[in-house]
């Protein structure tokens, strides 16, 4: 039928239909140009279409589908509609016991708003014939049901179908945002790269409908800040999510979301665009070379490039400046493989973050037992073959494979630090397509060669080195106690994460690994029957320490004891999304201390600025709820902490104040920026000498 405004009519996929079969009918509005019609939440004003059914017995419509609507601005409003055409799909089912034959008729008294800058209500009554017919079963036996469908109305209900949500996502959270409200949105079955959201309330009063809707994706979620509606309390928190993709695609998705405290949302105050995180990540790479996790390879690589200064010939300057380019070339090729499997087990829905590699023990097992051996080789404990020294770089005069690998071996130790303006960097790539995530991650490790790269391309830079001579070989020595310290820290680590069975294994896999490779020192000059024995011997306990190793991922995790919690001085509480929410209700001051076993940069901020009396004393005169969140095993509510601050590693330091914003502090800490932060907060107080 046809109105002024509206060209109405109720059509089917097929005209047939066979008994206990559920068809799709198509109520299609062409709309005069100009006007539109409404979504089931008009917006601002307005009203949706409603059907009243004339169906035989037995013969059942279901609801209205709505396709994704667009959002039509009237003034300092907005509506929620459709302009030129809409199609709203109905499921028709017919009874399993319908005559064969028996047509079925359908009567569709429908109503419907179209508005332009003036409203029309409008009306009309539809009707539509169904034939019937038997489901058959070919010679195959295969059941042979109604016609194929009108290739008429095909491109009607493929449009239809292609602007219906594609789903609902679940585990969506609506809550205050200051005097604003927040829709935080699981992001992992949305688009990779997202170019435009919008959210359409499924109800009237949730938001302001017309209301700009800043959104930004950090980590594994979506968040979108709105304008509380008049009805915001009883307005029920749903709505269609519209998203549309990198190559112009939309997608829409159902999302009913639960009430609940929103995680601060500071990254909303610390915009970062790509080029800052460019440059954020090349900084950021160059100071890890500082960092104190990486300076067993650092002194490692200096031996070695004092090594190849031995001649200043043209050859000489060749060489040095292939062993720059091929260790840079490991630096990067690990950073390649580290950063694609942490983007693949991202957008696998995994949480986890920059050095989740130590979260796993038999990795951290793996780490103690390099430094453990290249310690032994570098003391003359032990004299490996060159081909595996080659890899650690200790080698004497190493080749192109060996600076290969010793770039590897530093970005592998360096992988779990993070350096200043890291934290900004990585927390931001994440949230990118997995071209520019990979490039910021590339940056980074870029950063961390940069300076051995130059210093082998730039001879004059070189020869500022010392020159070689007898002394090398007692520095050599010298340099396996930072790999035996290391090996350490490792073992303390692996302490923390799976406690004293953790340990037993890893040091009897140590014992193993020793007298293998002792054993084999001594089978050199053994006839060639007996050494196969001694060879033997010694593969049997390189496996046996592998398998201790991976043993030590059976054990149970164990959390920090109560000693090593309040080693920095403080006494603290778990960290908890509960906790801080309750605090922050109550206007206490809370300091938030996201670490881990792992991340030698948090040790060494506890022990200068956490542990002080001074910062003890000012925390108990301040009231200071100190909450400590250890992510040294994997845990999910760390994790979306660190992505709700932009971050993807740790440490983060966040104080927040009685009253105003939480405050972020440096990722290296000192003791007065941690007095200025809690003194500030005082009232009447302007800092640390206030």
Same mark, same amino acid.
């Given at each position: 039928?046809?109105?002024?405004?509206?060209?109405?009519?109720?059509?089917?996929?097929?005209?047939?239909?066979?008994?206990?079969?559920?068809?799709?009918?198509?109520?299609?509005?062409?709309?005069?140009?100009?006007?539109?019609?409404?979504?089931?939440?008009?917006?601002?004003?307005?009203?949706?279409?409603?059907?009243?059914?004339?169906?035989?017995?037995?013969?059942?419509?279901?609801?209205?589908?709505?396709?994704?609507?667009?959002?039509?601005?009237?003034?300092?409003?907005? %509506?929620?509609?459709?302009?030129?055409?809409?199609?709203?799909?109905?499921?028709?089912?017919?009874?399993?016991?319908?005559?064969?034959?028996?047509?079925?008729?359908?009567?569709?008294?429908?109503?419907?708003?179209?508005?332009?800058?003036?409203?029309?209500?409008?009306?009309?009554?539809?009707?539509?014939? !169904?034939?019937?017919?038997?489901?058959?079963?070919?010679?195959?036996?295969?059941?042979?049901?109604?016609?194929?469908?009108?290739?008429?109305?095909?491109?009607?209900?493929?449009?239809?179908?292609?602007?219906?949500?594609?789903?609902?996502?679940?585990?969506?959270?609506?809550?205050?945002?200051?005097?604003?409200?927040?829709?935080?949105?699981?992001?992992?079955?949305?688009?990779?790269?997202?170019?435009?959201?919008?959210?359409?309330?499924?109800?009237?009063?949730?938001?302001?409908?017309?209301?700009?809707?800043?959104?930004?994706?950090?980590?594994?979620?979506?968040?979108?800040?709105?304008?509380?509606?008049?009805?915001?309390?009883?307005?029920?928190?749903?709505?269609?999510?519209?998203?549309?993709?990198?190559? #112009?695609?939309?997608?829409?998705?159902?999302?009913?979301?639960?009430? #609940?405290?929103?995680?601060?949302?500071?990254?909303?105050?610390?915009?970062?665009? $790509?080029?800052?995180?460019?440059?954020?990540?090349?900084?950021? =790479?160059?100071?890890?070379?500082?960092?104190?996790?990486?300076?067993?390879?650092?002194?490692?690589?200096?031996?070695?490039?004092?090594?190849?200064?031995?001649?200043?010939?043209?050859?000489?300057?060749?060489?040095?400046?292939?062993?720059?380019?091929?260790?840079?070339?490991?630096?990067?090729?690990?950073?390649?493989?580290?950063?694609?499997?942490?983007?693949?087990?991202?957008?696998?829905?995994?949480?986890?973050?920059?050095?989740?590699?130590?979260?796993?023990?038999?990795?951290?097992?793996?780490?103690?037992?390099?430094?453990?051996?290249?310690?032994?080789?570098?003391?003359?404990?032990?004299?490996?073959?060159?081909?595996?020294?080659?890899?650690?770089?200790?080698?004497?005069?190493?080749?192109?494979?060996?600076?290969?690998?010793?770039?590897?071996?530093?970005?592998?130790?360096?992988?779990?630090?993070?350096?200043?303006?890291?934290?900004?960097?990585?927390?931001?790539?994440?949230?990118?397509?997995?071209?520019?995530?990979?490039?910021?991650?590339?940056?980074?490790?870029?950063?961390?060669?940069?300076?051995?790269?130059?210093?082998?391309?730039?001879?004059?830079?070189?020869?500022?080195?010392?020159?070689?001579?007898?002394?090398?070989?007692?520095?050599?020595?010298?340099?396996?106690?930072?790999?035996?310290?290391?090996?350490?820290?490792?073992?303390?680590?692996?302490?923390?994460?799976?406690?004293? #069975?953790?340990?037993?294994?890893?040091?009897?896999?140590?014992?193993?690994?020793?007298? #293998? $490779?002792?054993?084999?020192?001594?089978?050199?000059?053994?006839?060639?029957?007996?050494?196969?024995?001694?060879?033997?011997?010694?593969?049997?306990?390189?496996?046996?320490?592998?398998?201790?190793?991976?043993?030590?991922?059976?054990?149970?995790?164990?959390?920090?004891?109560?000693?090593?919690?309040?080693?920095?001085?403080?006494?603290?509480?778990?960290?908890?999304?509960?906790?801080?929410?309750?605090?922050?209700?109550?206007?206490?001051?809370?300091?938030? %201390?996201?670490?881990?076993?792992?991340?030698?940069?948090?040790?060494?901020?506890?022990?200068?600025?956490?542990?002080?009396?001074?910062?003890?004393?000012?925390?108990?005169?301040?009231?200071?709820?100190?909450?400590?969140?250890?992510?040294?095993?994997?845990?999910?509510?760390?994790?979306?902490?660190?992505?709700?601050?932009?971050?993807?590693?740790?440490? !983060?330091?966040?104080?927040?104040?009685?009253?105003?914003?939480?405050?972020?502090?440096?990722?290296? $800490?000192?003791?007065?920026?941690?007095?200025?932060?809690?003194?500030?907060?005082?009232?009447?107080?302007?800092?640390?000498? =206030?």
């Amino acid at each position: 039928m046809t109105t002024e405004n509206v060209t109405a009519r109720l059509v089917a996929e097929r005209i047939e239909i066979a008994p206990g079969e559920t068809l799709d009918l198509a109520l299609v509005f062409e709309i005069r140009p100009g006007w539109h019609t409404y979504w089931r939440n008009p917006g601002d004003s307005g009203d949706p279409p409603r059907i009243d059914w004339t169906l035989p017995e037995g013969v059942e419509a279901g609801p209205l589908r709505w396709p994704r609507p667009e959002l039509i601005p009237v003034g300092p409003l907005a %509506n929620y509609g459709y302009s030129e055409r809409a199609v709203h799909l109905i499921a028709l089912s017919v009874p399993a016991d319908w005559p064969i034959g028996e047509p079925v008729r359908i009567r569709a008294d429908v109503d419907w708003l179209v508005c332009e800058e003036h409203c029309v209500p409008e009306s009309g009554r539809l009707d539509l014939t !169904l034939a019937t017919v038997a489901v058959t079963r070919a010679a195959t036996g295969a059941a042979v049901g109604p016609g194929p469908i009108d290739p008429a109305q095909a491109e009607v209900f493929a449009a239809a179908r292609a602007g219906l949500p594609q789903g609902r996502i679940e585990g969506a959270v609506l809550g205050a945002a200051g005097e604003r409200l927040g829709l935080v949105v699981p992001a992992q079955e949305l688009p990779e790269t997202i170019e435009g959201v919008w959210f359409f309330a499924g109800a009237w009063g949730l938001i302001e409908h017309a209301a700009a809707q800043p959104w930004r994706k950090v980590g594994n979620v979506l968040r979108i800040d709105l304008s509380p509606g008049a009805a915001v309390e009883q307005a029920a928190p749903e709505g269609l999510l519209v998203v549309a993709d990198a190559r #112009g695609e939309v997608h829409s998705y159902e999302v009913a979301a639960v009430r #609940g405290p929103l995680a601060e949302d500071t990254a909303r105050d610390r915009p970062i665009g $790509l080029p800052l995180a460019f440059l954020f990540a090349f900084l950021g =790479g160059l100071i890890l070379n500082l960092m104190p996790c990486v300076f067993p390879i650092l002194a490692m690589k200096a031996l070695n490039l004092i090594n190849g200064l031995s001649g200043q010939s043209p050859d000489a300057a060749r060489d040095r400046a292939v062993h720059g380019v091929a260790y840079t070339a490991g630096v990067l090729l690990f950073f390649t493989g580290l950063a694609a499997l942490l983007l693949a087990l991202r957008a696998g829905g995994a949480a986890v973050g920059w050095g989740f590699q130590l979260q796993y023990p038999p990795f951290v097992v793996f780490m103690a037992y390099v430094f453990f051996v290249i310690g032994l080789s570098l003391s003359g404990a032990v004299t490996i073959g060159a081909r595996l020294m080659s890899l650690g770089g200790a080698k004497t005069g190493s080749g192109t494979a060996g600076a290969f690998g010793t770039g590897a071996l530093a970005a592998l130790v360096a992988a779990p630090c993070t350096a200043p303006f890291m934290g900004a960097a990585l927390g931001y790539a994440v949230t990118l397509s997995w071209p520019l995530a990979l490039a910021i991650m590339l940056t980074l490790g870029f950063g961390l060669a940069l300076p051995f790269l130059v210093l082998s391309l730039v001879p004059r830079l070189a020869r500022l080195l010392p020159r070689p001579g007898a002394w090398m070989e007692t520095l050599k020595q010298a340099l396996a106690f930072p790999m035996f310290a290391a090996a350490a820290w490792l073992v303390w680590v692996l302490s923390v994460q799976t406690g004293s #069975g953790g340990v037993a294994l890893v040091l009897g896999g140590l014992v193993l690994l020793a007298f #293998g $490779l002792w054993l084999r020192e001594r089978s050199r000059s053994l006839p060639s029957a007996r050494r196969r024995w001694a060879v033997a011997a010694t593969s049997a306990s390189l496996v046996g320490a592998l398998y201790l190793g991976l043993e030590t991922d059976r054990l149970a995790s164990a959390t920090l004891s109560e000693s090593e919690q309040s080693a920095s001085g403080l006494a603290s509480e778990p960290y908890s999304p509960e906790r801080l929410a309750t605090a922050r209700d109550a206007r206490r001051p809370v300091f938030v %201390n996201m670490t881990a076993a792992w991340c030698i940069t948090c040790l060494v901020n506890e022990r200068v600025a956490l542990s002080a009396v001074e910062v003890a004393q000012r925390f108990a005169d301040a009231g200071v709820l100190y909450l400590k969140g250890d992510w040294t095993n994997r845990d999910p509510a760390i994790t979306a902490y660190l992505a709700d601050h932009g971050r993807n590693g740790v440490p !983060l330091y966040v104080f927040y104040p009685p009253d105003g914003d939480p405050q972020v502090l440096p990722q290296i $800490l000192t003791e007065d920026m941690v007095l200025r932060a809690i003194g500030s907060s005082a009232p009447g107080s302007s800092g640390r000498d =206030g």
